[in-house]
């Protein structure tokens, strides 16, 4: 059976056992390399923060509904899209890892890897025309997925770019990860049958929490934890600067220039001593401070949700998930 980040919560992990059925169903091909590369990457790992927050959020409404197997099909379509924005991110940054374990196109080849990203678009599209062919919610699918891209094209605007502002950060975090959480719990709720008032809250609480998530992200970094599967410095060699970075740019920037100006030609001394600039002048430390705005954001509009029950689940969750940084 497979492990969740959520495996300590039955109810949910029960549920995203039911998702991970659906996702191999849904990645099941003919062309033996895809099939290959589709079940290492469905096998490496993946925590179905997604899926297990429009789970939450869909028992917020504290309604019976009617069709469970759609809100299923929901959640998996939720992951699937994350799953296949994670190759085609692995491709564009050339990374030999995803999850701790070898990236998909590192191990099969990058054009395995562009078919198979797009093969889970496919899966993707199929699972929205069966649970919302005639839902408003088909085209918040695709406009989250417009958001995902304009977030992604705007960070690889921004590689190497001295002046980049906070604002630009802000917008790529707002699209390439905060869109697919702010949809999660959105339309978790819409299909839960919950309020508009209540659905609207849940949007807000999914982009806090995937605007600290990503910040938390970034701060790994710089500081890195091997059990957490998030390679050090692997941002910055892509010329990926972060909200760390960013912030010690604003005043620290002769000091840091010099080495950023390398670009590709970094060496690892060279980004090491980034590193060493920005966890001395604070970088890290105020991003955590912002990252814990953005959290306790969250956690006060949780606190409005109706279900008493789902509410303290969520809190619990949320904490887990925003506080793996010290």
Known sequence: MKQHFFHAYPA????????????????TIKNTSLHEALQHMA???????????????ADIGNKKVDDRSRLIKIAASLEI???????????????????????????????????SGDFLFTAFFSLLVETMATSPYLARNAQTMRKILTGELGQMANRFD???????????????TAALFSLAAEEGAHFGCSSHHTTVLAKRIGQNIGISFQILDDILDYSGDARLNKPVLEDLATGVYS???????????????????????????????????????????????????????????????????????????????LTRVN
């Open 162 to 176: 001295l002046n980049q502002s906070l604002l630009d950060y802000y917008r790529n975090v707002n699209g390439k």
């Open 43 to 57: 096998s490496n790992g993946g925590k179905y923060l997604r899926p297990a927050f429009f789970l939450l959020f």
């Open 243 to 321: 909200l760390p970075l960013l912030l010690t740019l604003q005043n620290h920037r002769d000091e840091l220039k010099p080495f950023l100006a390398k670009k590709r030609q970094m060496t690892i001394a060279d980004m090491e001593q980034v590193q060493r600039l920005v966890i001395n002048y604070g970088g890290v430390t105020k991003a955590q401070e912002i990252a814990r705005k953005f959290t306790q954001k969250a956690q006060s509009e949780i606190q409005k949700l109706p279900n008493s029950r789902t509410r303290r689940l969520l809190t619990l969750m949320a904490n887990k998930l």
């Open 81 to 115: 899209l994350h799953m296949a924005t994670l190759i085609h991110d692995d491709i564009i940054d050339d990374s030999p890892k995803r999850r701790g374990a070898v990236s998909i196109q590192a191990a099969f080849g990058k054009d395995t890897a562009v078919y």
């Open 12 to 27: 949910i992990d029960h549920a995203l056992n039911e998702v991970n059925q659906i996702i191999n169903s849904q990645i």
